[in-house]
Structures are given as structure tokens and as C-alpha cells.
């Protein structure tokens, strides 16, 4: 007595043999350092086909864990089965360095327009350079960080390396007007000089003015609010050139012997009339 039966024989699932990918930077394109899955029989016998990926070779990635998809279609459709196998990929941040560059400008002046620098983008993207500092209208004089940073629809793809610049805030310079109370006065009679001490930009000098006569230091003065004075009834009979001369303070440079702004005057002093 005979028995027939029917079995039925499925195609085969071939094996893709795919681990997980390195790490790689933002802007870095696939290829087949990551895009390298290989098929076998179940068997571990070697086997031919096709791989599809996705994404393809080229695509570059944004910054998170990325499934990368392979499906496998054996040349032998018949005795073998498409398989697909996913992997996880770990696109890491790219370095984006930010410079600003050095500036400077005087004290009681607006800070200048600053400029920078931007080198590591990846994949064309674009950023604006955007910068701060510290450092107002009325900062002393001195120097003050400039703090560059970037901005942009992609900057989540980057780790910002942040290089300051250097705002130097140089002393400004100052206009003294000198009045004397009267250009002619007698003997013993008491002559007035006042200097009135401006800033050229904006601010408040403070200090001390020194008073000379025909080149001879008669005595200095504390600058209050912006004048200095010094009243005398000792100078001699005839002619005096009066002359000024500012010591300068932490925002403002102290005028010299031949400068322009320093202030000057005279007076003639005359015997009493008895």
C-alpha cells in the first residue's frame, strides 16, 4: 500500500549580516563605510542580489540617532524571499568656530560696529554672527570682552567653540576754555581764572588744573563739575601770561606744554594809584 502526501517547501529568508554604524559628524555623507550590509543564506552561504538603502549614499543627516533601512532582494526570487534589516546610526554635532575680531574706540563714543568670523559650516547652511559686550558709552577706559555667537535654522546640528575679541576703550580727549575775571587790574587787587574743562566726545573729567604765570606753576586745582579756579592778588606788576594745564584721569589724557586745547590768558598788572 502506497501513501502520498504533499509538502510544500517556502522560499528561504536570507540573512543580512548589519551592525550598527560608527558614530559620524553632522555633514558627513553616507557611503559604504556605514551603507555595508551583506546577505547570506541562512545557511551563511554567500548569496546574490541587490541591496536598496535609505536613505541613499550622499545623504547627510541632522544630529540624532538615524535609522538607516537596507532591504535585500536575492537574485533568486524563486528559492529566497526580500528582506529589509534596520540599523541605528548616531550623527553627532559638528564644530562651528565663532570669532569676533578686535575693535576699539574712545571713551564717551558708541561702540563700534563689530565684525567676525564663521569657518566649519557644513551642508551650506547659513548663519548670522551676532555679538555683545559689556562695555557702554560711559565705560572707562580699558579693555572689554567682545562675545560673538551664532545664529540659524540648523545651529542644533553644531557645538559652538566661541573665540572673544578685545574691545579697547581709549582715553578721550578734553577742550579747556581759561577766563580771567578781568584783563587789567592794579596792584594787590585780587584777579580771578576759572577753566572751564570739556570732554570732546561726552563725559565728565574730573582731575586737577595746574596754573601757570609766564611759565611758573602758581598753584593746581580740584575740577569741580567741570571748572577748576584759582584766585590771586599777588602777582606782580606787568605783563602775565596766564596758561593751564589738565592732569588728565582714568577716561581723559592729560593735556601737554604745547597742546592745542591748553587754555591760556592775560593780564596786566598795573601800580596802585595813590
Not at 49 to 73: E, I
Not at 140 to 148: C, L, R, S, V
Not at 197 to 222: E, H, K, Q, R
Amino acid at each position: 500500500q502506497t501513501a502520498t502526501v504533499t509538502l510544500f517547501v517556502i522560499a528561504a529568508a536570507p540573512v543580512i549580516n548589519w551592525t550598527n554604524p560608527a558614530p559620524i559628524l553632522y555633514g558627513t555623507p553616507l557611503s559604504s563605510t556605514q551603507l555595508n550590509a551583506t546577505a547570506t543564506t541562512p545557511s551563511s552561504a554567500p548569496i546574490d542580489g541587490v541591496f536598496v538603502y535609505a536613505p541613499v549614499a550622499g545623504t547627510a543627516l541632522s544630529v540624532r540617532s538615524q535609522p538607516l533601512s537596507a532591504t535585500f532582494t536575492p537574485t533568486d526570487t524563486v528559492n529566497y524571499t526580500t528582506v529589509t534589516k534596520t540599523v541605528t546610526l548616531n550623527v553627532q554635532q559638528a564644530t562651528l568656530v565663532v570669532t569676533a575680531n578686535d575693535a576699539s574706540r574712545v571713551y564717551g563714543t558708541a561702540n563700534p560696529t563689530f565684525t567676525g568670523t564663521i569657518t566649519g559650516t557644513q551642508n551650506g547652511d547659513a548663519f548670522t554672527e551676532n555679538f555683545s559686550t559689556p562695555a557702554a558709552t560711559l565705560s572707562n577706559a580699558g579693555t572689554y570682552p567682545i562675545i560673538p555667537s551664532a545664529i540659524g535654522p540648523s545651529i542644533a546640528n553644531y557645538v559652538q567653540t566661541i573665540h572673544n575679541g578685545t574691545l579697547t576703550i581709549n582715553k578721550g580727549s578734553v577742550i579747556s576754555t581759561l577766563t580771567l575775571s578781568t584783563p587789567h587790574i592794579a596792584y594787590e587787587l585780587p584777579v580771578t581764572m576759572t577753566v572751564t574743562v570739556l570732554s570732546a566726545p561726552s563725559g565728565t573729567p574730573t582731575g586737577t588744573v595746574s596754573f601757570y604765570d609766564n611759565g611758573t606753576l602758581m598753584t593746581t586745582s580740584t575740577i569741580a563739575g567741570s571748572t577748576a579756579t584759582y584766585t590771586t592778588s599777588t602777582l606782580s606788576v606787568g605783563n602775565h601770561v596766564i596758561s593751564t594745564l589738565y592732569s588728565g584721569d582714568i577716561n581723559f589724557n592729560a593735556q601737554t606744554a604745547g597742546a592745542s586745547t591748553t587754555g591760556t590768558g592775560a593780564i596786566t598788572i598795573t601800580p596802585l594809584d595813590f
